[in-house]
């Protein structure tokens, strides 16, 4: 069973950025691809980026696209996510998951959560 651990959250001003970290512990050909979801207060769990570990092919959500880069680091077992422009609209809890392909992790579908790690945009 993977174990998650999620750091790298914080406050930061409107313009700013935050590198979101996620180390990964027992992974199986169940976590091929890791990932970001995260969630705002009254809303629903929103896909953020996405990563494989072979290969390291991503797929990102439009709203990101530009502004968010992820990416891993195989001998460290650490998935990144490298948040710049950010938004007041970013803020949320972020979750890192893992999945055995990214459609899955797409259609926020993953079997393996971390704790999740706030991120509050000020304006």
């Known amino acids: 069973q993977i174990q998650l651990v999620e750091s790298g959250g914080g406050l930061v001003q409107t313009g700013g950025s935050l590198r979101l970290s996620c180390a990964a512990s027992g992974r199986t050909i169940s976590s091929n691809a890791m990932g970001w979801v995260r969630q705002a207060p009254g809303k629903e769990r929103e896909f953020v980026a996405a990563i494989t570990w072979v290969g390291g092919t991503t797929r990102y959500a439009d709203f990101v696209k530009g502004r968010f880069t992820i990416s891993r680091d195989n001998a460290r077992n650490t998935v990144y996510l490298q948040m710049n422009k950010l938004k007041p609209e970013d803020t949320a809890v972020y979750y890192c998951?893992?999945?055995?392909?990214?459609?899955?992790?797409?259609?926020?579908?993953?079997?393996?959560w971390g704790q999740g790690t706030q991120v509050t945009v000020s304006s």
């Open positions: 998951n893992a999945a055995p392909n990214l459609l899955t992790l797409i259609n926020k579908n993953a079997n393996s």
